[in-house]
């Protein structure tokens, strides 16, 4: 299949607006949920939801989840070194004025596991709904107004001109 085709699969055969749903539900419990294992857990579930029920391939998974990984990365070591300071917290490990701490591992790791289960997710979602069909399930099961599913229809249709845009700057540079 191409870059951008949805695979004819069991998640592709699912009502969009049921995985929608299902991806909101999820979304917002991460929201309110501060350990690590969790949002590991939902990464983990969504990437392997993406493969084996989507079809999606595995380096496609992990193109498009490289630069959130390097986001991820870069929360981490920020939330490391310049986190809050927490009375009676375990100092792990100290590089001058920078400090390591449990507390800040475990806050650090939990919103980088999030940002990385939020993209699982959601590029599951993406990868595996066809926009027409999507908008089409908006305006016959939510009842959209048409002008507005036409609008989430052409901001759909973007994410792939996006991604085209992003390599060829890359590339460039």
Same mark, same amino acid.
């Given at each position: 299949? %191409?870059? *951008?085709?949805? $695979?004819?699969? =069991?998640? #592709? %055969?699912?009502?969009?607006?049921?995985?929608?749903?299902?991806?909101?539900?999820?979304?917002?419990? !991460?929201?309110?949920?501060?350990?690590? $294992?969790?949002?590991?857990? =939902?990464? +983990?579930?969504? +990437?392997?939801? @993406?493969?084996?029920?989507?079809?999606?391939?595995?380096? %496609?998974?992990?193109?498009?989840? @490289?630069?959130?990984?390097?986001?991820?990365?870069?929360?981490?070591?920020?939330?490391? !070194? =310049?986190?809050?300071? $927490?009375?009676?917290?375990?100092?792990?490990? /100290?590089?001058?004025?920078?400090?390591?701490?449990?507390?800040?591992?475990?806050?650090?790791?939990?919103? @980088?596991?999030?940002?990385? #289960?939020?993209? #699982?997710? /959601?590029? /599951?979602?993406?990868?595996?709904?066809?926009?027409?069909?999507?908008?089409?399930?908006?305006?016959?099961?939510? %009842? =959209? *107004?048409?002008?507005?599913?036409?609008?989430?229809?052409?901001?759909?249709?973007?994410?792939?001109?996006?991604?085209?845009?992003?390599?060829?700057?890359?590339? @460039?540079?």
């Amino acid at each position: 299949p %191409r870059m *951008n085709e949805i $695979v004819d699969s =069991f998640l #592709a %055969r699912r009502n969009p607006v049921v995985k929608l749903g299902v991806l909101l539900v999820l979304s917002l419990s !991460l929201t309110v949920i501060f350990d690590p $294992v969790t949002p590991a857990v =939902f990464a +983990l579930l969504g +990437l392997l939801a @993406a493969w084996g029920l989507g079809g999606v391939r595995p380096l %496609r998974l992990v193109r498009a989840m @490289a630069p959130l990984l390097a986001a991820a990365a870069g929360i981490m070591m920020a939330n490391l !070194l =310049f986190g809050r300071e $927490v009375a009676g917290d375990v100092v792990l490990g /100290s590089w001058g004025p920078f400090t390591v701490t449990e507390a800040r591992l475990m806050v650090g790791g939990s919103i @980088a596991l999030r940002v990385l #289960a939020f993209a #699982a997710l /959601s590029l /599951s979602f993406v990868f595996t709904t066809e926009p027409g069909l999507f908008v089409l399930s908006l305006v016959q099961q939510l %009842r =959209f *107004n048409y002008r507005v599913a036409f609008g989430v229809l052409v901001g759909y249709r973007m994410l792939p001109l996006l991604q085209s845009e992003y390599q060829h700057i890359r590339a @460039a540079q």
